[in-house]
């Protein structure tokens, strides 16, 4: 586990809205509908990284789901379908989570308690990352993601 900072990321890809169990599910479909219509997507900073984005606190109609997304080095012409998302320059606490997909809740704890531990505060009213450079796979459910919970 560690602390980073991340500088301002401008985003490009997929929203996912559903039930929250089915994220597990719908996250891993999303990555290969956003992997095959990479070619689309200008500007893209590194292709072979994919970064997931939510809100875990409270959250408006706008700001619920998840955004399964690539960096891009700026806007232009966002494919149809797709959508765009500006995170802001933020500190995290990062942790990685090697596994099942459905198992990333259980790396979450360990690292909340490590949050806590080392007397940080969660930011939750605010964007929080998953990035890999493995994504799109055929075995969607095993994944290797660092988990980037934002802190101050």
């Known amino acids: 586990m560690r602390v980073t900072e991340l500088k301002e990321m401008k985003l490009v890809g997929?929203?996912?809205?559903?039930?929250?169990?089915q994220y597990?599910?719908?996250?891993?479909?999303?990555?290969i509908t956003l992997k095959n219509g990479l070619k689309e997507i200008k500007e893209v900073v590194t292709p072979t990284r994919l970064i997931g984005a939510f809100i875990v606190g409270d959250f408006t109609?706008?700001?619920d789901g998840y955004w399964v997304c690539v960096e891009v080095k700026?806007?232009?012409?966002?494919?149809?379908g797709m959508v765009f998302l500006t995170i802001p320059?933020?500190?995290y606490a990062v942790i990685k989570h090697k596994g099942p997909n459905y198992k990333i809740r259980d790396t979450y704890e360990v690292l909340h308690k490590w949050i806590?531990?080392?007397?940080f505060e969660r930011i939750?009213?605010?964007w929080?990352?998953?990035?890999?450079?493995e994504w799109g796979s055929n075995n969607s459910t095993e994944v290797e993601v660092e988990l980037h919970d934002t802190i101050k």
């Open 124 to 126: 939750v009213r605010s």
């Open 89 to 91: 320059p933020q500190k």
């Open 74 to 80: 700026q806007y232009n012409e966002i494919p149809v």
């Open 61 to 63: 109609d706008e700001e």
């Open 14 to 21: 997929l929203r996912v809205v559903c039930e929250g169990d």
């Open 24 to 31: 597990v599910n719908e996250i891993p479909r999303a990555a």
């Open 128 to 133: 929080h990352l998953e990035i890999s450079d």
């Open 116 to 119: 806590d531990e080392n007397r």
